[in-house]
Nanobody, 113 residues
Framework: VQLQASGGGLVQPGGSLRLSCAASGFTFSVTTMGWYRQAPGSQRELVAR???????NYADSVKGRFTISRDNAKKTVYLQMNSLQLEDTALYYC????????WGQGTLVTVSS
């Protein structure tokens, strides 16, 4: 099983980034996929999740700014992050949820002026 996250980087406040997570080794199309993040000194938290049928849910802190999407043909889940704020700085992780429980490695997002 592999969950290869990419797209992190350094961005100024108000900027945008798009994270990608390429999956392999399991049946992506039947899996709920999610993005989580962990800031220094904080617990890992859910950012966004997308179910098999496309239903999504978001943390209150990112609603209206972040959009999660998936491409089953490419076995990839995306997180479009707009209007980034300093407090969005964190290590972002991709997770394959139900019916699995797999974590990918993180990709670092740093929002700084």
């Amino acid at each position: 099983v592999q969950l290869q996250a990419s797209g992190g980087g350094l961005v100024q406040p108000g900027g945008s980034l798009r994270l990608s997570c390429a999956a392999s080794g399991f049946t992506f199309s039947v899996t709920t996929m999610g993005w989580y993040r962990q800031a220094p000194g904080s617990q890992r938290e859910l950012v966004a999740r997308i179910a098999v049928g496309g239903n999504t849910n978001y943390a209150d802190s990112v609603k209206g700014r972040f959009t999660i999407s998936r491409d089953n043909a490419k076995k990839t889940v995306y997180l479009q992050m707009n209007s980034l704020q300093l407090e969005d700085t964190a290590l972002y992780y991709c997770r394959a949820g139900s019916p699995y429980a797999y974590w990918g490695q993180g990709t670092l997002v740093t929002v700084s002026s």
